[in-house]
């Protein structure tokens, strides 16, 4: 196990792009809670972030929001002089397939345009920082497990597999991982890339599988599922993902790349029954949400299978999962079945849950 430099004596200070989205917002709130950092959080606030998540005042100064795009050279230019981070998080990131299927234009300058502008400045900053503060600093890329393409039964996909993406999302995904591996080989720039299987948890834009259909079971609605519904997933729940990027960050001598899955594989419509068996064992009034499951028009390009070996960083940082599938997506649904005025909301406000990809 590689030892830690996040001793409680030792605050630092994390930049997070993206850090009111789904997996940014359970970041910062992790961050917030377990460590002694203090937090920038850079969002462009899209259709899909929660409005600046956390509340400034409870954490003794340690959180500050910054609204910006990492397209935007100057205004990341500004933040890092303000603040000098030691260590970046780079979520920022367009991340639905259905909605780059429709239009790619926004995934192309986020994705890899922003990914770029963000390395240019955090290896300007590096530059400037002494000895000491430059040999501590991070960069680390969240990239996806999508990257990869489909994965045949029963192979999993390692650091080493080979990348071969199918979607437009996918693509730009790939493109930005191959951007930082740059910086880190030319220039020697401490990137690391981090590829995580399917998160779920609460707050999570329901555009996405699991909200989806809670959504949809909640509101008497058909439950559609492309094709067959046997794609395989792999989930993790988002609190044991960001609790691994955390370990990320803090490992004194981490490896270039890793993967990171809880080894919790799952069919869509394996996924979709125990959201119904969940929802009508809390809520009597929902029984019969299994025969509303519909199959429908499968995705263009729709990846079959999606796997991923975590044994580099169960070994290097002696990480595991605290969540089983079951545990987690019970979380999750009580946290959505509490919640229910957020759902309505965006269903009234920003996506009705109507079909995109098509």
């Keep these: 196990m590689s030892s830690s430099a996040n001793q409680p004596g030792h605050p630092r200070t994390v930049l997070v792009t993206g850090g009111s989205g789904f997996i940014g917002s359970a970041l910062c709130n992790e961050l917030l809670t377990t460590t002694h950092h203090r937090l920038i959080n850079f969002d462009k606030l899209t259709y899909a972030a929660t409005e600046d998540p956390l509340d400034r005042n409870s954490y003794g100064g340690r959180y500050m929001f910054q609204r910006g795009d990492i397209c935007d050279a100057a205004k990341l230019a500004s933040v890092f002089t303000k603040f000098r981070p030691d260590c970046v998080i780079h979520l920022a990131a367009e991340t639905h397939v259905d909605r780059s299927i429709d239009s790619a234009g926004a995934f192309v300058r986020t994705n890899l345009v922003g990914t770029q502008t963000l390395l240019d400045v955090s290896r300007r900053h590096w530059h400037t920082v002494d000895r000491a503060a430059a040999s501590r600093f991070r960069f680390l890329h969240v990239s996806t497990d999508e990257v990869f393409g ?23 995904k790939a493109g930005a991982d191959q951007l930082v591996t740059a910086a ?32 949809k079971a ?46 919790s594989l799952q069919s869509n419509l394996e996924v979709v029954r125990a959201i119904c068996t969940a929802l009508e064992s809390q809520r009597p009034n929902l029984a019969g949400c299994q025969d509303r499951i ?24 002696d990480w595991v999962p605290h969540y089983r599938f079951e545990e987690g997506l019970k979380e999750t649904i009580d946290w959505y079945l509490h919640h229910r005025s957020w759902l309505s909301h965006i269903r009234d406000h920003r996506y009705k849950g109507g079909r995109l990809g098509l």
């Design 294 to 317: 519909r199959f429908v028009a499968d995705r263009p390009g729709h990846d079959r299978r999606y796997g991923l070996d975590p044994a580099r960083i169960e070994t290097d940082l």
């Design 150 to 172: 489909s994965i045949p039964e029963p192979a999993l996909a390692d650091e080493s597999w080979a990348y071969a993406p199918r979607s437009p999302y996918a693509a730009t």
């Design 184 to 215: 880190r080989v030319t220039f020697d720039f401490p990137a690391i890339i981090a590829h995580g299987a399917n998160n779920y948890g609460p707050r999570q834009f329901p555009e996405k599988l699991i909200p989806l259909m809670i959504s």
């Design 218 to 263: 909640l509101h008497g609605e058909e439950l559609p599922l492309y094709g067959d519904g046997g794609q395989i997933r792999d989930w993790i729940y988002v609190r044991d993902f960001v609790r691994a990027l955390i370990a990320l960050l803090d490992c004194e001598t981490p490896q270039s790349r890793y993967v990171i899955s809880a080894r």
